[in-house]
């Protein structure tokens, strides 16, 4: 404790000798209250950056044998234009996409270095929260713990619409505690800004908004907070952030909300089935985190868990307790009560608070002891992971589905080629079977603009032949396996295209696997005789 005090009196000293300086005192004090990070938070960036390079380097050796999963290469497609929403999901995963690669090279590696980066951001919440909660050995506890769950490793590098979660949530907790404690505006407006662009992440987002909502109503100092101006603060700053938003669903039809709801729309039997495979596959990605506690605390865990328990019905605990289970808890309501079709991926983050939730409900003395044998567990498991990558790669290759083998980078690269020898310009537009097409964005050298060939959701339509005339000429694939494709194109480009069928065969390591064939349509640019 003295050694804390020490710590917390020099942070305040060295602010106080910056705030002396004639420029610094000019900033508002707003930005200490919002923006100054946990107590020793320092100490975790060189735990951080070996969790980098572990995922990147798990990546490079494990996940190099096929193109991109089309979900990441959605992002990039999505947002190198940037507009205020997408025709399926809310538009701040492909935001932070596009403004990562305005400065990065397009390569798996810079990707996958994106996704590794976000679960770093996501783990540095994690402490931030834990740290309004626990002491420091317990905070690192909780961080490690996460370290050894799918969600922040293995299932992180799969950059898509909910990556981001895993970053947003933790963080937009953290500020949304720290507004219920201390009651400030500034928190209370960071809280805002933060869980809006959870919810322009993923609708999803709406659990963790209504666990929010538990979590005050259950907080000892509830009456206090809803008196205060910070709930209030937090949702006007939320709704102005999430605005623009709103008037582009209104203005488009409101196509990502249908299609979010399209996800009500499955049968009860397959939503059962769905839901109840995600469930336990959520359950089961903190396996190993328990098994970790249960061996570092060795005898003591089953009295932690009698504890942790017992401890959830104490109001100074209960809130904690629901911020560990509300997202969870709400997302099997949602199947129950509207046969919401939950799977796997839309639970990613749900955990992110229960190791944290656990030490503080068990009342736990962690000792410094118990973070080395926990960071002993996680080096091994990381160390194992790492030396067994190639061969997972490998196998991987032997044993996936056909599709996840497409070569996409061959494909982008033979329509680039093939655009330049007809026309002798640059691939300004792409589209067809949409996996395919958005990957082109990615691979060209051209780096092309997709277009919506078909759209089942709101008021983006099909494309009309006049458009496709407009524009500055199409290059439209189709995979021979998508007939729908071919004869829509055939029908939308008439005579004016040049019309081929290509087949790639998939590589690696000397191994091939069956070919996949392709019909690629060229529609001329206007400027081209015919």
Request: contains cysteine; hydrophobic residues 55%.
């Amino acid at each position: 404790m003295a050694s804390s005090e020490r710590q917390s009196g020099a942070i305040e000293r060295s602010f106080a000798t910056l705030a002396a300086l004639p420029l610094l005192r000019r900033i508002p004090a707003w930005v200490d209250e919002v923006a100054r990070p946990p107590t020793s938070l320092r100490g975790l960036l060189p735990f951080l950056a070996a969790y980098v390079a572990f995922l990147a380097g798990y990546a490079a050796l494990a996940q190099g044998w096929g193109p991109l999963h089309s979900d990441i290469t959605e992002m990039w497609a999505w947002g190198k234009e940037f507009q205020l929403g997408y025709n399926k999901h809310p538009p701040f995963a492909a935001w932070l996409a596009g403004g990562w690669f305005a400065f990065m090279p397009r390569a798996h590696w810079a990707f996958y270095l994106l996704a590794a980066l976000n679960g770093a951001a996501g783990l540095a919440g994690v402490w931030a929260v834990s740290r309004l909660v626990v002491d420091r050995p317990g905070a690192w506890a909780a961080v490690l713990a996460l370290a050894l769950t799918p969600s922040f490793t293995l299932s992180a590098l799969k950059y898509n619409a909910n990556a981001p979660l895993l970053s947003l949530w933790p963080w937009a907790t953290y500020f949304f505690v720290r507004s219920l404690q201390t009651r400030t505006a500034w928190s209370s407006a960071a809280a805002g800004l933060a869980a809006a662009a959870a919810l322009l992440t993923k609708y999803y987002s709406v659990v963790l908004l209504g666990t929010f909502l538990c979590v005050a109503l259950l907080h000892p100092d509830r009456r206090r907070y809803f008196l205060s101006v910070a709930p209030y603060v937090a949702a006007a700053v939320g709704l102005v952030a999430i605005g623009p938003h709103l008037w582009w669903l209104y203005a488009d039809g409101f196509s990502a909300i249908e299609y979010a709801a399209s996800k009500a729309s499955y049968g009860a039997g397959e939503a059962l089935r769905d839901t109840a495979d995600g469930a336990l596959r959520a359950v089961a990605s903190v396996g190993l985190a328990v098994a970790a506690f249960a061996v570092v605390f060795g005898g003591q865990f089953p009295v932690m868990l009698g504890r942790a328990l017992a401890g959830c019905r104490e109001p100074g605990i209960a809130w904690v307790a629901c911020l560990a289970a509300g997202p969870f808890l709400l997302s099997m309501a949602a199947y129950a009560f509207g046969n919401v079709r939950v799977i796997a991926s839309y639970l990613l983050p749900v955990f992110f608070a229960l190791p944290l939730a656990f030490l503080a409900a068990a009342r736990t003395d962690v000792s410094v002891l118990h973070v080395r044998r926990l960071a002993v567990i996680v080096a091994a498991v990381w160390a194992m992971v790492l030396l067994a990558a190639p061969v997972i790669g490998v196998i991987s290759w032997h044993t996936s589905r056909a599709g996840w083998l497409e070569p996409r980078q061959e494909v982008a690269a033979y329509a680039t080629e093939l655009w330049h020898a007809r026309f002798g310009r640059r691939l300004r537009f792409v589209s067809g079977s949409e996996d395919v097409a958005k990957a082109v964005t990615f691979y060209s050298a051209d780096a092309p603009s997709y277009l919506l060939l078909a759209s089942f959701f709101g008021s983006q339509r099909r494309m009309s032949a006049d458009e496709a005339r407009r524009l500055e000429g199409v290059l439209f694939i189709c995979r021979n396996l998508d007939p729908w494709c071919i004869d829509m194109v055939a029908r939308l480009v008439g005579g004016d295209a040049v019309r081929l069928e290509q087949s790639f065969t998939p590589t690696f390591l000397g191994f091939t696997r069956p070919a996949h064939h392709f019909t690629l349509f060229a529609q001329p640019p206007r400027s081209v005789p015919r």
